[in-house]
């Protein structure tokens, strides 16, 4: 079975606050690819990065940096110096052996001034 | 280039009535994936097409129906609406030949069924 665990229901930090947002997996394929997702109150969902199962290499974006380990996994999603723009719910989503895409139940990430 | 666009954008239906909602997937993106989103049960696959083919099917009752055009347009359809079937309605446009594997998402339709 395919599983994305999200435990954060909701984070609220005070602006420039560091936030990670936890993501844990579970999927028996070898290859599979993983997604994190901004979810704005608009409703559009805006994909942020993918990350495959061979590649374990961390990277950065700017404020956003990702963690992804394999051996316990998680693929973590940390913002630094978080703005009020970062507001947002968070998913992260697994995808394995088809374009089905299996989403966490989101993280609400509140910034405040 | 243009992004996913999806018809309409609100949608205000009656019980037993039906539905269809529209989804034009990005130029050149041969796949397209359906996804209900509910407060209850999060974001939830309901199918996705490819080059006219459902390739892909979520547990969902047979009234959720969909189709793809031969210009990747979509369309999916529910039948005897339920109060149930409120939610946000999002469709997913991908390459679907494995050169590109991230879905890039329409800013959906919200349906309400009273």
């Known amino acids: 079975a395919q599983k994305v665990t999200q435990a954060q229901t909701e984070i609220s930090v005070v602006e420039k606050e560091d936030v990670t947002l936890d993501c844990v997996y579970e999927t028996r394929d070898t290859t599979y690819y993983l997604f994190w997702y901004k979810q704005p109150p608009s409703g559009e969902l805006v994909f942020l990065i993918r990350?495959?199962?061979?590649?374990?290499q961390n990277e950065i974006s700017g404020r956003y940096s990702w963690n992804f380990q394999k051996s316990t996994s998680s693929f973590n999603f940390t913002i630094t110096a978080s703005q009020v723009v970062d507001s947002a719910v968070y998913f992260c989503?697994?995808?394995?052996?088809?374009?089905?895409?299996?989403f966490g139940t989101g993280t609400r990430l509140q910034v405040f001034p | 280039k243009a992004g996913v666009t999806q018809t309409p954008r609100y949608l205000i239906k009656t019980r037993g009535q039906q539905v269809t909602l529209s989804c034009s997937p990005i130029?050149?993106?041969?796949?397209v994936s359906w996804y209900q989103q509910t407060p209850g049960q999060g974001l939830q696959f309901l199918f996705e097409?490819?080059?006219?083919?459902?390739?892909n099917k979520g547990n969902f009752p047979g009234r959720f129906s969909g189709r793809q055009f031969s210009n990747s347009r979509s369309e999916m359809n529910v039948s005897t609406l339920e109060l149930g079937d409120s939610a946000l309605y999002l469709c997913a446009s991908s390459s679907g030949d494995g050169s590109t594997y991230e879905q890039y998402f329409g800013p959906g339709t919200r349906l309400t069924v009273t």
């Open positions: 130029s050149g993106h041969r796949s």
């Open positions: 989503a697994l995808r394995a052996n088809t374009d089905k895409l299996i």
């Open positions: 990350r495959n199962s061979f590649d374990e």
């Open positions: 097409y490819f080059s006219e083919t459902q390739r």
